[in-house]
């Protein structure tokens, strides 16, 4: 048995791997969905990219838990990487679900093409959070209007401050066991940062033909591909 960590993408909260987290329990592991600080039903807590990164740790060490395959879906992959090398021997792999990788020194918006320029500037008209998508934000991913339906009502705005701020890692990224699911949604391929990453011996991609929200758009798939990487 493993213990999955789920954390989900900017706006999303524990909430969104309600339809991945069957799979998982009926398969005999444990399930800790997780929702960062400032996001769902944690709305109104200070958050920075530290806290993120802590919030993940924190709950490992709050569970006791061992033999952790630590998930992060987009954003969430820059704390959950940063996390999965603080939980030491507490890690059995680290799953980044077409997600964004940390680099140490850099945010998530620091690979964007404007260097983040665009999201800082919403983010500071929008009180200290990058806002709500609309509904068209999810056209050609391969999710049913319900499954779009369900992403905007449970959307919250995003702290502004976790997306801007400095990742921090002690080594290389290259050296945790990790597996990069990539979805090919369409015709999509790894960034360079990720694309070096998997040259590592340590490092498998699982590809998908879906759309960045597998965890809607294909929970089953995703869910066994999550329970193939545990076993690694």
Known sequence: MVNFVLVAGARLGAWAWG??????????????????????????????????VQDIVAEVERQGLRDVVLVGHS???????????????????????????????ESF???WPDGGAAVEASIAESG???PLAPAAHYDGEGLTDEQIARLVRGSTPHPGATLTEPAVLAGPLGELPATYILCVM???EPDDDVAELLNSKRWRLVKMDTGHWPMFSQPRELAQILLNAAVE
């Open 128 to 130: 200290g959070f990058w």
């Open 186 to 188: 369409p015709g999509a």
């Open 75 to 105: 954003y969430s992959g820059i704390p959950v990487g940063q996390a999965a090398e603080r939980i030491g021997d507490r890690l059995a792999r680290v799953v980044f679900v077409d997600s964004s990788v940390p680099t140490d020194g």
């Open 19 to 52: 339809d991945v987290v069957p799979y998982l329990r009926a398969a005999g592991h444990g399930v800790y969905p997780l929702t960062l600080s400032g996001l769902a039903d944690k709305q109104g807590v200070p958050a920075g990219q530290a806290t993120h």
């Open 109 to 111: 918006v620091s690979a």
